[in-house]
């Protein structure tokens, strides 16, 4: 019975939950606190059943909840979860808990608002990874803007305004074309199941322009070169805790996009297209890292770094086109896709909330007023040093099993595109440690840094929770794997067969 | 052969006549200080009943028949019905929004509500009129009462500005849609709907019956509003008091909606191919000139007078999309008018005696001073913007999908690249109430009916979301039996 609703409770409890937090008003802070931490952690607890009791053996879609809603148009209350989204379910519950505490001390304005809107973004980000009906996933994937939009302007730094209206926008006009595309579907199909949908026989031409429709949708989510620039804006601006669900989970819901729309619904579209999906994954890995080395900003380094690490997520899931063409292990390019998205959600999370660590302390994020920070915080550098390694990708960490699948499955399709993409293992390590080198080692640099003090009981549990999961998923990321691989070989056959009419 | 039997599915028009005259008395022996509590009453009460007695008849009314009385000059269907309904809904809430502003510039008078109480006769006149003599009727109806409602506060410069100028330019629209009417009967040789219908029908088109089109077009753009004919309605917004303000973009627009499906679905279905172009190119205009604008006004009136612009041109696309366009039109413009007088409501909260608090700046931290109404004005700008889960994403998918289905694609791509650029000017009226500090902290005082009504407004938002459905195919339902 319970089961049968564990994801409308995912997606209800913490949303409600918030709206209760809003009631409740500034002046209880204290309690307001205490009631977000319990929702995320019962939430988190919740969603435990969902890896428990996942069927790892069937690409079928589990924990499926099915209502009519809005008849006239067809549209259905319609959830469950894969092989493929139900690790990104879990990843939003470990996250929201995280942010949760991170926000405790530093958040002192509208606290109640902040952790509404933390936990609404929740419900809404649960919300895309579990729904199955085409217009229920928009309805969630536009919505989470307005909670994200808050976020960045009510608590975000002196050129807020300009980041959050930019943030907001780019991504509404990616959308509003997607919308259109959906409706297309919608008339030619007269469903929005994505089971149907992905079944619907289209002709290329159709697949052309919708491919497109979703690319704007997606590509701006991710964010893809070229229509990254508001990601940086986003990520500066942001509070901690708007980092690290931006970084960590929302730009996973373009790369969740690719898998659950263009790939199944438009294959040939997807096939002709994946030359140009693969160049920008390469300018996005190279390019964009090299821009990352030159960051004076500490956030704007990761959050340049996040759209370098997301590219090879566009480039493992459009690999399998050129693999499967020539018999290449294309399973491995999609799995590395998906293991990127995990990891990198932990490791982004991990980075922004060192940043915010050390924010907290001399309000500035700027690399030059910094230095020399091993020598007052030891645990928070072995912690940042740990993590910035991860994000360069050394192996051992969960960093470098995506990208080393991803590396490996490119070799087989071809060697300049493998060579392209393995130059991150350079760049990676370059603006990471690095930025590493001038901020935690070295000598004492100013006065400031040596009054800061080390990591409080409640930071350092946090970096820990973080680097137990890193170290873990990179050490031994068979679960994970074992998880996926049913729904990854199902979506590779499915891709394979041509559906144009 | 007139019977009095006749006159029962016509009560609650006869009932708000009735009352709109005892309101209009018992408004003369109502003084300032009283704060007009009683009338207000009464004029909600009127609409109570009269929902109730729409209600019923619809209810008893098997399977959406339709009664055509006094001649064929009107007309009692489901379509109409629902309409009503939600004029009466409309009503109660902008008698609550008056009642507030009246008492805050402490101008209470009993004619307020009775002029009210007047054009929403008429409004309910030209939902369910029948034939063009009792069309022009009510139109005349809602205009008269709509000019006096302008230039309420007799010492106002700028509200006796903007009812000049509105009552000049909707004497010309009445005369050029008058004007229409008579080409029309010319080429028919009825005035009543149906029977033009049946004589278009019968014979080719000939160029009279289509200049006759292009006046009557013309005059219900003007009263929609749709550019090019839209130049009153930013002027008239701002200049009257925003009690009026709010009042014109509730009723008056329901009537207009209902005018255009009756002459343009009803009455001209058959010369579809005629108006429909012209229609989506005051719809096409209506978007682009409306979102544009209102991306540089300070005075929100303003602003959302513009909105108001393109939300119409919006709606008008849903009749472009053909007979299964109406009910998404219809649905739109329910749903639009909601959002609107709730906007309209919460700048009547923010106001004080003598200072509306139009400029945008005014909503300057207004999250700080008070975040529950904060959170409502957001509520409503997010469902303008067509942002989901709010309603009005819901009302633009409708339109959409008729339209696409019609096989305009490319106006469904243009209006949703517009629908962006608008989002950029509800954004910024959040930005201001949410990120930006507060100047005053001044508190704002609104007894507690007016609130529970904004509440409930706003809420409506999310709310809708459980009855949308029902909602929506009810819309459905009275648009295939028009």
Redo the contacts between chains.
Sequence with gaps: MFEQSLLSVLIWLPMIGGLLLLALGQQRAGMVRFLALVLSVVTFLLSLPLWTQFDGGSAALQFVEKTVWIDALNIHYHLGVNGISMPLVILTTIITVLIVLSAWKVIDKNVHQYMAAMLILEGMLIGVFSAHDALLFYLFFEAMLIPMFIIIGIWGGPNRVYATLKFFLYTFLGSVLMLIGLIYLYMTSGTWNLTELAALPLTMTEQTWLFFAFFVGFAIKIPMFPVHTWLPDAHVEAPTGGSVVLAAIMLKVGGYGFVRFSLPILPDASQEFTWLLITLSLIAIIYIGLVAIVQKDMKKLIAYSSISHMGFVTLGIFLVFMLMRSDGNSDMALTGAMIQMVSHGFISAAMFLCVGVLYDRLHTRMIRDYGGVINTMPWFGGFFVFFAMANSGLPGTSGFVGEFMVILASFQASFWIAFCAAITLILGAAYSLWMIKRVVFGTITNEAVESMQDVTTREFFILAVLAVFVLVLGVWPEPLVEVMRASVQQLIEHVSVSKVI | MFGWSELIPALPELLVLAMACVVLIVGLYSSNRSGGGFIVFLSVLTMLFAIIITAKDHVATVDFSRQLLFNGSFIRDGFGDLLKIVVYILMIAVFFYAKQYLRTNQNVRGEYFALLLFATLGTMVMISGYNFISLYLGLELVALSSYALVAYSRTDIKGNEAAMKYFILGAMASGLFLYGVSLLYGATGSLQINEISAAIARQDNDMMLVLGLIFILVGIAFKLGAVPFHMWLPDVYEGAPVATTLFLSSAPKIAAFALAVRVLSQGMENIFDYWQPMVASLALLSIVIGNVFALQQDNLKRMFAYSTISHIGFMLLGLVGGADGVASAMFYIIVYLIMAIGGFGVIVLLSSKGIEAEKISDFKGL?QRN?WYA?MMLLIL?SMAG???LVG??AK??V??AL??AGY?WL??VA??F??IG??YY?RV??VM??DESETDQAIDVSFDVKAVLSVNALAQLGLLVI??VL??YC?YVTKTL
Aim: glycine letters at 0%.
């Design positions: 999250n975040s959170f997010f942002v989901p889960p994403f819901f998918l409708y959409l999908q696409i289905a694609l469904a791509i949703v690249i629908a962006v989002a950029f954004l959040v930005k949410y990120f949308l459905p929506f195919q459905i």
